[in-house]
């Protein structure tokens, strides 16, 4: 039991022992998938890949004063830009200009042969330094092919592809845009229009009413007012001179019956009444002067009155070569029936003007009852005014901004159109590749002699534990568990030990030969590689 569980201490001389006797069960699989791997990467077709580094150039004049209108990602305008490229259309049409895949063209559809192509290109994005992984200032397209010039050709025609669709793509979006905004800006102005009209229409119709013409109406209301106080006033200055033209119209009536009769007691008319009248006229003047300028319509009314009266008294005064009977009675034809008569068109007169400055008082009244009406809707007015102009302003700064926004467009349009955008410019042209991209022919040789090693060393332990043969005293002492008494030699004829040495000269010949020729494939892979 203790020596089961004892640890077995390892033989290397076992297994080299073994790999010496089992020795071509090792280097047969080892050389032989060897070369097999070397005929493989001889035959693999070569692929060589062409590639074009494409930076993204910002636009030329800055964002401050020109806005870019076109604004989509880069990474998905790329992807977008990938699809169009990639669609079956235009690799069928790249695949008939140069005749690419002839081979496989004619044992596979044309559908299998876009999808190959598609597999062949490879566009792939170059982030920039260390903290910012999310903007993509390039990228870089390969395109693999079986000849090198072929993928130099193609990769160039992607590269052109890409750089046309580009700049198609942003100048059509950027049109598109312009576009959009310009059928908004024309709704937009027939919109602001029609708020415009409704505007005006209300203004025109509520004119008198509105909120901004309150202070005006209140200007009007107050002159309206004092005009007409001034109109009361002269309508009561009025009647009172029509009360007083009224006695003297009695008290001349009276004097002309007295003359009539030949009473001519009293005093003169001459005398007396012209006099109060002047008297009465010059307290008035007076008056009036306290209160008004002397160009005022009332004063210069007064100063005609006062004239005409004087005119009257000159008249009356003037003497005459007649007899006394005579002059009594011209005294009395004068100071009586002319003075009735100015006092009767005097009288006259004043019920006109008493007429005229009721009707006007009347006017001014009606006037202010219109003012004072307008002022009792301004408060309604000024509440739908606000509505209608908060409208009308709505639709105006929405105009505003976008006729701000679309001659932005429109600078970003022409922007576009004159390539001064962003833009994709070549940095590293396509390149001709002068070694294969693949196959990776060391690798591969590699791998088969990795893979016939392990197949070897599979195959000589199977062989191994296979063979049942004893081959020294520890394999008869395993077996038998009997101590060993006698060893005999194995003994070896002649030509036995002569046909051993020519085989094992043969052996080391072929050894060598195939160790020169593995030497030989890895220099010749090295070299194609």
Request: glycine share 6%; net charge neutral.
């Amino acid at each position: 039991m203790d020596d089961f569980n004892e640890a077995k201490p390892f033989d290397t001389k076992l297994y080299w022992d073994i790999a010496i006797r089992r020795r071509w069960w090792l280097l047969g699989p080892l050389f032989g998938i060897g070369l097999i791997a070397f005929g493989v990467a001889l035959l693999w077709p070569p692929v060589y890949r062409s590639e074009a580094l494409i930076l993204v150039e910002q636009q030329k004049v800055p964002a401050k004063y020109v806005t870019p209108n076109v604004v989509s990602d880069l990474d998905s305008r790329l992807q977008s830009m990938t699809q169009q490229i990639m669609s079956r259309t235009r690799l069928e049409s790249l695949i008939k200009q140069f005749n690419l895949y002839s081979r496989e063209r004619t044992r596979s559809t044309m559908d299998e042969i876009v999808d190959k192509m598609r597999g062949d290109i490879v566009i792939q994005a170059v982030q920039p330094g260390y903290g910012k992984e999310d903007q993509t200032t390039a990228f870089r397209i390969y395109y693999s092919a079986e000849d090198s010039r072929i993928a130099q050709q193609v990769n160039n025609e992607l590269t052109s592809l890409f750089i046309e669709k580009s700049l198609e793509a942003r100048a059509q979006q950027s049109i598109n845009t312009t576009g959009f905004l310009q059928n908004q800006l024309e709704q937009a102005r027939k919109d602001l229009a029609q708020q415009e009209e409704q505007l005006r229409q209300y203004k025109m119709r509520y004119l008198g009413e509105l909120p901004q013409q309150e202070q005006s109406n209140l200007q009007i209301l107050n002159s309206l007012e004092l005009q007409l106080q001034s109109a009361t006033d002269a309508l009561g200055r009025a009647e009172q001179q029509r009360i007083y033209l009224q006695s003297l119209r009695s008290e001349y009536r009276a004097m002309t019956e007295s003359a009539g009769k030949g009473g001519l007691t009293g005093p003169s008319p001459t005398e007396s009444v012209p006099d109060a009248a002047l008297r009465e006229l010059r307290k008035q003047q007076a008056e009036l002067e306290a209160k008004y300028t002397p160009q005022h319509p009332d004063v210069v009314r007064v100063k005609e009155q006062i004239a005409q009266w004087e005119e009257l008294k000159k008249r009356a005064e003037k003497p005459s070569p007649a007899s006394a009977g005579q002059q009594t009675e011209t005294a009395t034809e004068i100071s009586g029936q002319p003075a009735l008569a100015e006092v009767e068109s005097r009288l006259k007169a004043i019920e006109a003007e008493i007429s005229n400055n009721k009707q006007h008082a009347e006017k001014l009244r009606k006037q202010i009852e219109g003012v004072q009406g307008r002022l009792s809707l301004t408060p309604v007015r000024e509440q739908q005014l606000a509505e209608v102009t908060r409208n009308y302003q709505n639709s105006r700064q929405y105009y505003q901004s976008l006729l701000e926004k679309e001659l932005e467009s429109e600078l970003a349009t022409n922007l576009e159109k004159r390539q001064e955008g962003e833009q994709f410019r070549i940095i590293d042209p396509p390149s001709l590749p002068d070694k294969p991209y693949k196959p990776n022919r060391p690798m591969i040789i590699l791998g088969g002699w990795l893979i016939g090693f392990c197949a070897g060393a599979g195959l000589l332990a199977l062989r191994e534990f296979m063979d049942g043969s004893l081959r020294g005293e520890k394999d008869l002492q395993a077996q038998t568990s009997l101590p060993i008494l006698v060893r005999i030699p194995v003994m070896y004829s002649a030509w036995q030990r002569k046909s051993g040495r020519m085989r094992l000269v043969m052996e080391v010949a072929i050894l060598a030969l195939l160790t020169v020729v593995s030497l030989g494939v890895a220099i010749y892979t090295y070299r194609l590689s």
